[in-house]
């Protein structure tokens, strides 16, 4: 079964304290891994998509790299407006289908 | 703002109750997807649209419907609703049919409250 875990479920973090949040996937065959932002009460936002382990892409203070069982998000020198829910999603293949297999999430919060 | 729009915002009904939920896609997109997130489950998918046509189905209860209308956009429908069934529906959109990774965006959602 398709299954993605992500880790620690809460992290707080200083301003300026830079730090990776954790994303495990189990997948029979992977078309994409995707991350998404999330503020309370809104929708995913969307910020990455990585396809081949070894893959790296960035923005801004953020950068997304993947392997073949996991993805990690690295926040360098948070500031608060990087408080959010962090998602990780994975797009399995079969069918005719891009549905996302989301995790729980890892709500961060960063104190100035 | 993603260029999806959903109405409506909030919605709050009572249990044995029927509503709507509407999404209007990206403009050029042809695949609309629905996603129920729960305090307890996270972000799960129910059903995906391309261009009219069921395409995909995930854990949608039989009490749950869904369409999409030749201008492209969606409706959700909930029939015979419980207490469980309060959640945030988000709806979101893509421009491929599902042959290919490609990005799903997504709306400011509905929060649906059944009392």
């Known amino acids: 079964e398709d299954q993605v875990t992500q880790s620690p479920e809460a992290l707080r973090l200083q301003e300026g304290e830079s730090s990776s949040l954790n994303c495990s996937y189990t997948?029979?065959?992977?078309?994409?891994l995707f991350w998404y932002r999330q503020d309370p009460g809104k929708g995913p936002e969307f910020l990455f998509t990585?396809?081949?382990a070894g893959e790296e892409k960035e923005k801004e203070r953020l950068k997304a790299t993947l392997t073949k069982k996991e993805s990690f998000l690295h926040i360098t020198a948070p500031k608060p407006e990087d408080s959010a829910t962090y998602l990780c999603?994975?797009?399995?293949?079969?069918?005719?289908?891009?549905?996302?297999?989301f995790g729980t999430g890892t709500l961060l919060a960063v104190q100035p | 703002d993603s260029g999806v729009t959903q109405t409506p915002k909030h919605l709050i009904t009572a249990t044995g109750q029927r509503v709507t939920l509407r999404c209007s896609p990206r403009?050029?997109?042809?695949?609309v997807y629905w996603y129920q997130q729960s305090l307890d489950q996270g972000l799960q998918f129910l059903i995906q649209?391309?261009?009219?046509?069921?395409?995909a189905k995930g854990n949608i209860l039989e009490r749950f419907s869904a369409q999409q209308f030749p201008d492209l956009h969606s409706e959700l429908n909930l029939s015979s609703l419980e207490l469980g069934d309060s959640a945030l529906y988000f709806c979101?959109?893509?421009?491929?049919?599902?042959?290919?990774?490609?990005?799903?965006?997504f709306g400011p959602g509905t929060r649906l409250t059944v009392l």
């Open positions: 403009s050029g997109d042809l695949s």
């Open positions: 997948v029979s065959g992977l078309r994409g």
């Open positions: 990585l396809y081949s």
């Open positions: 649209y391309y261009n009219g046509e069921e395409r």
């Open positions: 979101a959109s893509s421009g491929g049919q599902g042959f290919v990774s490609d990005t799903q965006y």
């Open positions: 999603a994975v797009q399995p293949y079969g069918g005719a289908t891009n549905k996302l297999i």
